[in-house]
């Protein structure tokens, strides 16, 4: 099946700093889709983006299907950006997605 | 705001018992997925759902484990009997087959004692 890789696997930053992560992965995407889980655990929907670029505020995705990679851009980092941000892929017909294991982003005050 | 309702929140129990974790998928998705999420393993796929039919239970230990969807408003995840390697955090998720965005639930964190 469709490998997902996520890096950086921690990142700590002061607020108000910019911040790229970047998902890796192994196979043509139907679907890819960002989370970001919250401290409490939720488990919140960020983009729906298996191509082309995507902004929510301060948040953008862009990924670029044909090289197998999609990054996620927080601008303007806030305290309550804190928390594990996922990457989700699809690939073929399975209609499963394969979660990458993670960036957990500290942002300090 | 249409969401995915997991029950309940939070289950301690001991060793040995039944656990039931009850989802309900947004209204309208034809596709349900059960997750698993500890620190070891980060989230792993247990069941999947296509029209109430279950696709791929591959990741989900058959001897402990069963998933069900009685009806398209609720699916269920029972361990019986439960241990303490189960302790974790279960996911229910839905969408629907082609195009569109997964949406989880809140989760269910399991305590086995």
């Known amino acids: 099946g469709i490998q997902v890789e996520q890096s950086p696997p921690d990142l700590i930053l002061q607020e108000g700093a910019n911040s790229t992560l970047r998902c890796n992965f192994s196979?043509?995407?139907?679907?890819l889709q960002w989370f970001h889980q919250n401290p409490w655990g939720q488990l919140i929907n960020l983009f729906y983006?298996?191509?082309g670029t995507k902004q929510n505020g301060r948040l953008s995705a862009t990924t670029v299907a044909t090289e197998r990679y999609s990054l996620l851009y927080i601008s303007s980092s806030q305290t309550t950006d804190s928390g594990v941000y996922f990457c989700?892929?699809?690939?073929?017909?399975?209609?499963?997605?394969?979660f990458g294991r993670g960036t957990s982003l500290i942002v300090h005050p | 705001d249409a969401r995915v309702t997991q029950t309940p929140r939070h289950k301690v129990t001991e060793m040995g018992q039944e656990v039931t974790m009850r989802c309900q998928p947004i209204l309208g998705h034809n596709t349900v997925f059960w997750y698993r999420q500890t620190m070891m393993q980060g989230l792993e796929l247990l069941a999947y759902?296509?029209?109430?039919?279950?696709?791929?239970d591959s990741g989900m230990p058959k001897d402990r484990f069963s998933a069900e969807m009685p009806d398209a408003t609720l699916a269920t995840l029972k361990i019986q009997p439960s241990e303490p390697r189960d302790s974790a955090v279960y996911f229910c998720?839905?969408?629907?087959?082609?195009?569109?965005?997964?949406?989880f639930g809140n989760g269910t964190r399991l305590t086995v004692t």
């Open positions: 998720a839905s969408g629907l087959e082609t195009g569109s965005p997964l949406h």
């Open positions: 983006i298996p191509s």
């Open positions: 989700a892929a699809i690939s073929g017909g399975s209609y499963i997605p394969t």
């Open positions: 196979d043509s995407v139907n679907n």
């Open positions: 759902f296509r029209n109430r039919a279950p696709l791929d």
